[in-house]
């Protein structure tokens, strides 16, 4: 039996319990796990991350398989579930650990995030420019179990956090 070559991503799009749900089902993605990334101290808790002291992300971190969807076509979730032209907010939530981001794992990832981020800028797909970061991923830190699946464990039905 052929084993899966899977690859990662993370993403930070505002509160992380929202952009697993948006990702969790999605076809080809194999994995979720929610945690705190772009930071500068090691394995941080949940209310440092909240202080803003740590300077990490609310991120999700994805294994997918590129054979059942593209790089390409995580950005266009990406995209589509929050807005990429809020500085360090999403909705109601505000502070740097709610910050849009992609932290890229290839210079392949890099190369196609920033002709994403380029071609919605060019295509005035938002009224406002784009302050999305694309960084090389840093340290992950997975969160605690409570945060993992959240919305699952729930029974919430996706939406905003």
Known sequence: MKKEKLETVTFAAGCFWHVEEAFRTVKGVKETVVGYTGGNFSNPSYEEVCSGRTHHAEAVQLKFNPEEISFKELLEVFWSIHDPTQLNRQG???GEQ???AIFFHSKEQEAEAKKSKQELEELGKFRSKIVT???PAK???????YHQKYFLKKGIKRKVC
């Open 92 to 94: 109601l939530d505000f």
């Open 98 to 100: 709610y910050r849009s």
């Open 133 to 135: 970061q694309i960084v």
């Open 139 to 145: 340290e992950f830190y997975k969160a605690e179990d």
